[in-house]
């Protein structure tokens, strides 16, 4: 579980978080959604302590994240695990190198040791045999699954993705989200997602904080999304004319 | 004038996070052998062959401003020898470096500030200034000092053939010029400067890359300013390390 509280951010002059208060819960996968630059970016760097908030609380569990001692935080740094909106995969690295990285930085694991934990985790994301390929040879569907199998190589039990759909094909979208979910509940990980996709709120959107403006306009799953009367949240959502006579339907 | 002091303060700070171990050793090993190699061998044809034509000027140079003068034709060659170890070799070989050099660390740095690279790394608990920055200092410090090491062998040779084969004085006069008025001292001062040198050109070429924002156009500016500072500050401490070691 992941708490923030009363989250406020500036960048010099500019009000980008405007106090913010959500629980994501573990095991679940909980998704903060808004339109573009609406800060979604910005609230999971502070969640994961690239960017210091200028004011606010982030627990992890009962952990005060920008409150821990030295090695508190480095313990921390090992449960979690983070997929980038352009999956930030080593250009000069193949596949399994990518993936043994966080393992061969830290871990005291042998190297046939870490071998295995690698093929684990690329057979977890349906990659097995693309071990000696570079970033640039494979898909943008398989590099986010390289991206999956490198978070996750230290067992996390957080894991964060920003934008995990973005440049992918709509099949492809769903096959990543239902990898994501099914890690989530298989390892018990808080997983937080960033998205502004119509398909992941509704395939996967168990735990939902709206963001706009800078602030949470509006929390609730996927099911509640589609009976909900926020017009600011409508608006977003049903966004084509389809999808507002599917609401319409849904609604009778 | 205010930029300058926060510049220069957090180029200060970031040296705290530099000089603090991060990781497993044997990938901090991996990355220092990586860099002295792209250094040290990558920069081997360029220091080269502008080492021989900067010997070759100086001869033809002295030669031309020597000649009718009551000095001594062997003077050449010790002129271009104490030229070349206390001033050209390293002071070009580090300007030159700092064009290659330089821009290509800020550029390597940049891009993995750009594509996200280093926040990822961050992510997993690495110190990146340490991670990144630290095996360039090595690297460096190790690959320049032989590379000015080089230089000023190459440019004494280059001296010679520019003047021998020609004709414009004998073998017997430079070997003579070579051998005559030797002061270590000079030797020793050319590897501090190359030290130095060394020293600005990686982190100040690393620290535009690290603090990149924004896209192409700004990783482009930072590659510039990488090269800019590095030539400025390798003739401004040229100067102080001059001052330094050759009085009092
Ligand atoms: N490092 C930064 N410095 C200044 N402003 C920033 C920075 N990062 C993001 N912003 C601003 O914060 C706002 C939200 O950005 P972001 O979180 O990336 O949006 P999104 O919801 O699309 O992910 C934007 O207006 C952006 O310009
Ligand atoms: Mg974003």
Known sequence: MIRIENIHKSFDDVQVLKGMDFEFDAGKTNLIIGRSGAGKTVLLKILVGLFKPTDGKVWYDTRDFFDLSKEDLRALRMEVGMLFQGNALFDSMTVAENVRFPLDMFSKMTLKEKNHRVNECLERVQLNGSNDKYPSEISGGMQKRVGIARAIVYKPKYLFCDEPNSGLDPKTSITIDDLIKEITEADNITTVINTHDMNSVMEIGENICFLDKGKIVWKGNRHEVMTSENENLNSFIFASPFLQRLKAKAKK | ?248
């Not at chain 2, 926040?119 to 991670?131: L, P, Q, W």
């Not at chain 2, 060394?198 to 890359?209: D, K, L, M, N, P």
């Open chain 2, 1 to 248: 004038m205010k930029s300058l002091f926060i510049h220069l303060g957090r180029y200060v700070m970031w040296h705290k996070n530099i000089y603090k171990k991060t990781g497993n050793f044997s990938m901090f090993y991996k990355e220092v052998v990586r860099q002295v190699y792209d250094i040290g061998v990558g920069s081997l044809l360029i220091v080269f062959i502008i080492s021989i034509f900067i010997g070759a000027v100086t001869a033809q140079q002295m030669y031309y401003q020597l000649t009718g003068t009551s000095i001594p034709a062997y003077y050449i060659g010790y002129i271009v020898r104490d030229m070349a170890i206390i001033e050209l070799a390293a002071t070009f070989t580090c300007l030159v470096l700092a064009g290659k050099v330089g821009s290509n660390l800020a550029a390597e740095i940049g891009g993995m500030r750009q594509k996200e690279h280093i926040d990822a790394m961050e992510i997993m608990g690495v110190n990146t200034a340490s991670y990144l920055v630290l095996p360039k200092i090595i690297g460096g410090l190790i690959a320049i000092p032989i590379l000015v090491f080089i230089a000023a062998i190459v440019n004494i040779a280059g001296g010679y053939l520019a003047s021998v084969p020609t004709g414009l004085f004998t073998n017997f006069d430079y070997v003579k010029g070579l051998r005559s008025f030797f002061n270590e001292y000079n030797v020793l001062m050319m590897f501090v400067k190359s030290v130095v040198f060394a020293y600005i050109i990686i982190t100040v070429s690393c620290y535009q890359g690290y603090f990149v924002k924004g896209g192409n156009i700004e990783l482009g500016q930072a590659s510039t300013r990488a090269v800019v500072y590095s030539c400025v500050l390798v003739l401004v401490s040229d100067y102080v390390v001059a001052i330094l070691l050759t009085t009092g």
